[in-house]
């Protein structure tokens, strides 16, 4: 059985746009979607944590430990052995608030390929491969996102984001999945229903050939 790691933030989560933490079940959401479809030969574990970030700190009360990376290695070493980690991250390093470019986010992402290559199983010293999925295009003209300018400058970054993880994998040998098409529902940001059933399909298509 091959197991797989998708470490993500709401939308691998499944947060449902536009409600109060609402989520998809397991007939909707792209983590379940991808199990039915791979079968019993994969085991996928689900690691989506809303407000998840890459490196930044979530000051809000009741956010804490949203920095995904102080979590990467407790979380790699409890579901040890893997042999594939999923990692659709970097949406909410968009958040005004923290003030990143593209640049700045491609480079956090970076240090997560190398820690996880570095990270050798407990159980035979192997590491996982790596896929990166591309990010949803932030609508930023909506309600939520113009709330305090959370996503001010945000649709333009997210659209440059995807074309340098797309060029970084390229350049690393990595797995990416281009989702520039996917649809985000009433806040700009979640995925609809239809865009986590495309995603769960794309990625069982690379995982079936990986």
């Not at 993500?8 to 409600?19: H, K, R, V």
């Not at 085991?43 to 979590?71: A, C, H, Q, V």
């Not at 050798?120 to 300018?149: F, R, W």
């Not at 009433?186 to 239809?194: C, P, S, Y």
């Amino acid at each position: 059985m091959k197991r797989v790691l998708c470490y993500g933030d709401s939308n691998t989560w499944g947060y449902i746009s536009g409600t109060d933490h609402q989520r998809y079940d397991e007939n909707h959401r792209w983590t379940k979607l991808l199990q039915k479809k791979l079968g019993q030969d994969f085991e996928i574990i689900e690691e989506g944590l809303n407000s998840r970030t890459l490196f930044s700190d979530d000051m809000r009360p009741g956010k804490e430990g949203r920095n995904g990376f102080t979590y990467l290695k407790p979380c790699l070493d409890t579901h040890d052995k893997i042999d594939v980690v999923v990692l659709m991250l970097g949406t909410n390093e968009l958040k005004n608030e923290f003030n990143n470019s593209a640049e700045d986010i491609v480079e956090m992402i970076d240090k997560y390929v190398k820690f996880i290559k570095s990270n050798k199983s407990q159980i035979d010293k192997s590491t996982p491969e790596i896929v990166i999925s591309g990010l949803p295009t932030v609508k930023e003209k909506t309600a939520y996102c113009k709330a305090n300018d959370k996503y001010k400058g945000a649709e333009a970054k997210s659209e440059k984001l995807n074309m340098l993880y797309e060029k970084y994998c390229q350049e690393n040998s990595i797995y990416y999945i281009n989702n520039n098409d996917l649809e985000t529902g009433i806040d700009g940001v979640h995925l609809t229903a239809e865009s986590h059933r495309l995603l769960a399909a794309r990625l069982a298509k690379l995982l079936t050939n990986l």
